[in-house]
């Protein structure tokens, strides 16, 4: 299946569809146009997420439905597009379940650290009738429908300093993402986490403003933190998923067929950009590790144990998720 997956995908960027916005049917058989607005631009994953699902339900739908990708942050921040989708801002964006968290406590629940081992536990769950229970719940809670699931890879840390230990992070200042859950864990961790945005990090790691900062490893190489980060710390804290959204309301009154094509693209685009992100972080690595950067391995189960009560105590509600998620784990099986 993987191998299928990546052809598909190789094909498709091939053809040309990673390019940009998707206006290529015939305005007459479009019954449903919809602007899908995205943060980020070609190559990250929650674009190229939009890309696919652009693509595949243009071919379930013989055209009926035409996505009209807005890149860049063009049609406003996340919190105003979410907001302001009920409106037609827009009709569909894709971006991580844990930017709800404004609408929704439940959403809270993506960054729980140190809840997923690997991209195969992230695929056992987020593909289960778990992964759509904490959807549903999470969607019908916030107000929106999310469909499919896109892996990020692991949050991992980069540093002008080694850390070894969690002991090491004590006092450590370290960028982090303007999120509850982010700003407890590193706080749990004895860190100082200072939020600050992504595009004013690589300046305040270079002014010494913060010591450190964390993402998934393509993230960070995306953004040139190697020029100033010496040390990359697997962590593997947090495995993030992005979701394709949509207002629950109007989701809602769609055809059934349509919202069946909608179901499946979003699936369908999870899944083959699930395992291009797989191979997208080997390959960071391996530019990080010919730059001659320290990669610390770190004893990940001991980062687990520390995490060990941190969900019981600041999330009390989400006992029940956490544990059946940990149920799932293939490494356990």
Known sequence: MKKLMAAVLAGLMLAGLLSGCANTANDDEVEYRWKMALNSTEGDNAYDTGVLFAQKIKELTDGRVQVDLYGGAQLGTTAEVLEGMYAGVADVMCESIGTLATFTPLANIEAMPYMFSSYDHFMNVWYSDLGQEIKDAVGDDAGFKLMGASYRGPRVVCATKELKTVADFKGFKLRAPNLEMYLKTWQWAGANPTPIPMNEVYTALQQKTVDG????????????????????????????????????????????????????????????I????????????????????????????????????????????????????????????
């Open 213 to 272: 900062q964390e993402n998934p490893v393509v993230d960070s190489v995306n953004y040139a933190f190697d020029e100033v980060c010496n040390y990359w710390i697997k962590t593997n804290h947090v495995y993030g998923c992005n979701v394709v959204i949509m207002d629950k309301k109007y989701f809602e009154s769609l055809p059934a067929d349509i919202q069946k094509a909608t179901l499946e693209a979003a699936e369908f685009a999870g899944r083959a």
């Open 274 to 333: 699930s395992e291009q992100q797989a191979d997208k972080d080997a390959v960071a690595w391996q530019e990080l590790e010919d730059e001659g950067k320290t990669i610390i391995e770190v004893d990940n189960a001991a980062f687990a144990e520390h995490f060990k009560d941190f969900a019981a105590t600041n999330y009390p509600a989400f006992a029940d998720w956490v544990e059946r998620i940990a149920a799932m784990d293939p490494a356990k099986g």
